[in-house]
């Protein structure tokens, strides 16, 4: 392959004229006959269209990441008639040509690095964007998801809210290392030093109250501790340079809670467009614990609207957890033909990596996927339930460790909202004991069927013989 490099003044009129030498068999069909491929930078974007498009003979192009520049690659895939392209996705430099070629009638394939990959020896910005444009040709090539433009204005909304909620714990963390340099175990006495005792007793500190007595009787009256232990965890040793971190981390804290509360109205803002798929409110929601740092508003009605079901009537999914998730995968279930496919799309369904009729693994494949962190988290919550979920996770724990249930009950989750969500179904909890019960009838099932092909045959024993046969 030769290169004939021609530079201009500006960096969108740089131009590589390529030559291929192999040949590609002729059994391979064209699918997509205006296609281009680009090559995605943090300063210069790589593009190739089909050979002969370009008036001058420069089928490939360099173009700067300015958007003047981005304007001039949307110009010159119109002047060779390009309909559609395939781009690698590399951080979130995509992200404005991406919604530039969109926005100008382009069809665009977002595609996964791992399927674009190139053969040993191939591996130069120009011959990326040629073995992109090649294999769109080809039809070789699918596009990552990538939802609605509604969904995803509101996906950006959740994700800049959870990443407020990060910053803001990372202050905590700092106003709880200030308490403890100068020994005042705040935390040790209350389950969470953020809550109406813990800052209330921080801010009378700030305001310059030393005395324990006085500071332990702002002591909210549910607090678990005794006022005379809270007043010995306030002995402390003041000194003015932990004084003044502390301080500057409550301003920090106070700072981002209010960054957090215009977030979550701009992110009802943004629910109140959606289409209103029922008209009812939701049946009166189970009584549950309302978790620290949730949405401020009533999240719940807005879903049930948006999808016609009740997604909060499954255990351990709460409204920020639906949100999350209706955040990251939409509400378009039928880009998964079955529910399996959505769980192995999330990373939480068993891989199937066989080589020659033997299973070598069935590990999860490794993902950074937002919708299924929220499931993993959610599931965690089932430890403690007395539902047929609760019942499912303690058993799977029991036998195979928490990390893997964790990921079998995320998996289960999942599954659950895709029915849920494509269906329109309902989700009604049979209980702990209904499931152990269902469980029980498996097992006596797999156990008759197996003393049959060994040749026996179970029989039930009355309940006072086998206590005689025990002793």
Same mark, same amino acid.
């Given at each position: ?387 047929? +979920? ?5 058993? +799977? ?23 849920? +969500? ?50």
């Amino acid at each position: 392959m030769s290169t004939t490099p021609t530079r201009g003044k500006r960096r969108h009129e740089v131009c590589i004229v390529s030559k291929r030498k192999v040949p590609l068999p002729p059994q391979l069909k064209r699918v997509n006959l205006n296609a281009a491929g680009i090559d995605i930078g943090s300063e210069e974007h790589w593009a190739a269209v089909p050979p002969g498009r370009d008036s001058e003979g420069r089928d490939v192009r360099s173009f700067g990441a300015f958007t003047g520049d981005l304007c001039a690659l949307a110009d010159w895939l119109k002047q060779c008639e390009i309909e559609t392209v395939a781009m690698e996705s590399t951080g979130v430099y995509w992200i404005a040509l991406y919604e530039l070629l969109v926005e100008r009638g382009f069809e665009v394939l977002l595609v996964d690095a791992r399927q674009a990959k190139n053969v040993p020896g191939r591996k130069s910005d120009v011959l990326d964007c040629q073995w992109l444009q090649e294999l769109h040709t080809y039809g070789l090539l699918r596009g990552a998801f990538r939802p609605v433009d509604q969904i995803c204005i509101l996906r950006s909304y959740l994700r800049q809210r959870s990443m407020l909620v990060t910053y803001a714990s990372h202050h905590i963390q700092h106003m709880q290392k200030a308490l403890e340099q100068m020994n005042l175990k705040l935390a040790h006495v209350v389950s969470d030093i953020t809550g109406l005792t813990g800052m209330g007793i921080i801010r009378a500190i700030l305001s310059g109250e030393r005395d324990p007595v006085k500071l332990a009787k702002l002591r909210d009256p549910r607090c678990k501790s005794s006022e005379a232990t809270v007043a010995r965890a306030l002995q402390g040793h003041y000194r003015e340079e932990h004084l003044f971190a502390l301080q500057q981390a409550v301003e920090l804290v106070d700072f981002y809670q209010h960054q957090i509360t215009a977030c979550d109205r701009q992110i009802e803002a943004c629910l109140q467009q959606f289409e209103e798929k029922s008209t009812e409110a939701p049946v009166a929601a189970r009584s549950r614990k309302r978790r620290r740092g949730g949405i401020s508003f009533d999240a719940r009605s807005y879903l049930y609207r948006m999808t016609g079901v009740d997604l909060t009537q499954i255990d351990s999914i709460e409204a920020n957890t639906a949100l999350t998730v209706i955040g990251e995968v939409g509400l378009d279930m039928s880009r998964w033909p079955t529910e399996k496919h959505f769980g192995s799309w999330l990373g939480l369904a068993p891989g199937s990596k066989v080589s020659g009729g033997k299973r070598l693994s069935s590990r999860t494949k490794p993902s950074a996927n937002r919708a299924a962190a929220a499931l993993r988290l959610a599931a965690q919550s089932l430890n403690q339930s007395q539902s047929a +979920l609760g019942a499912y996770f303690r058993r +799977l724990k029991a036998h195979i460790g928490a990390p893997k249930a964790l990921t079998a009950a995320a998996y289960k989750l999942a599954r659950i909202l895709y029915r849920m +969500l494509k269906y329109g179904a309902g989700y009604v909890d049979q209980g702990e004991v209904a499931y152990e019960e269902r469980y029980r009838d498996r097992l006596l099932h797999n156990l008759k069927r197996r003393a049959a092909e060994l040749g026996f045959q179970l029989t039930a024993i009355d309940s006072n013989a086998a206590q005689l046969v025990l002793t």
